[in-house]
T-cell receptor
Framework: DTGVSQDPRHKITKRGQNVTFRCDPISEHNRLYWYRQTLGQGPEFLTYFQNEAQLEKSRLLSDRFSAERPKGSFSTLEIQRTEQGDSAMYLC??????????FGSGTRLTVV | AQSVTQLGSHVSVSEGALVLLRCNYSSSVPPYLFWYVQYPNQGLQLLLKYTTGATLVKGINGFEAEFKKSETSFHLTKPSAHMSDAAEYFCAVSVGNNFNKFYFGSGTKLNVKP
């Protein structure tokens, strides 16, 4: 197992378009997290899943954002009608009670 | 409410000098504390963590941090800086069981001069 994988690494999109990111966690980790990191800031919590259940969502996650984790494996984060303010690095992390918290390399979104 | 303050957005040291990155936290419950390092265009890598027990924790690459409850601090140190330490460092606090949610500081960029 090579860690947490995120795809794509970079995404450039026009304002108003929809985008979807994928995260593949470490296989034995049952918890999955999404964070957003804007330039010059630390990551901010967006949402987390335990298995397929979405247990918490941040108020940062507007109605244009949706996350899923079907079957408790990979997760997708979709942003509808993107805005320039959505430009950021989107980080995925996974954990289990025994192994702690591992981050992926992130997806950098640029909205033009 | 939980929050993290990192003093100094940029720190510059000479190679071989002491590294000291400051972190203060606010938490209404006993916190778990973490330091992460981030290289350009990469994700975050865990350096070390404090959960319970010994207040001086050692991490990877020669870094260590001390949890001081009375000062609500968790400063990161390394006795001798190496060029490869140049990166951005984030302090984070977590509450709840099993590291549910992290609150990160705004980061400190470490520059190491030859």
């Amino acid at each position: 197992d090579t860690g947490v994988s995120q795809d794509p690494r970079h995404k450039i999109t026009k304002r108003g378009q929809n985008v979807t990111f994928r995260c593949d966690p470490i296989s034995e980790h049952n918890r999955l997290y999404w964070y957003r990191q804007t330039l010059g800031q630390g990551p901010e919590f967006l949402t987390y899943f335990q298995n397929e259940a979405q247990l918490e969502k941040s108020r940062l996650l507007s109605d244009r954002f949706s996350a899923e984790r079907p079957k408790g494996s990979f997760s997708t984060l979709e942003i509808q009608r993107t805005e320039q303010g959505d430009s950021a690095m989107y980080l995925c992390a996974s954990s289990s009670t025994d192994y702690g918290y591992t981050f992926g390399s992130g997806t950098r979104l640029t909205v033009v | 409410a939980q929050s993290v303050t990192q003093l100094g957005s940029h720190v510059s040291v000479s190679e071989g000098a002491l590294v000291l990155l400051r972190c203060n936290y606010s938490s209404s419950v006993p916190p778990y504390l973490f330091w992460y390092v981030q290289y350009p265009n990469q994700g975050l890598q865990l350096l070390l963590k404090y959960t319970t027990g010994a207040t001086l924790v050692k991490g990877i690459n020669g870094f260590e941090a001390e949890f001081k409850k009375s000062e609500t601090s968790f400063h990161l140190t390394k006795p001798s800086a190496h060029m490869s330490d140049a990166a951005e460092y984030f302090c984070a606090v977590s509450v709840g069981n099993n590291f549910n949610k992290f609150y990160f500081g705004s980061g400190t960029k470490l520059n190491v001069k030859p």
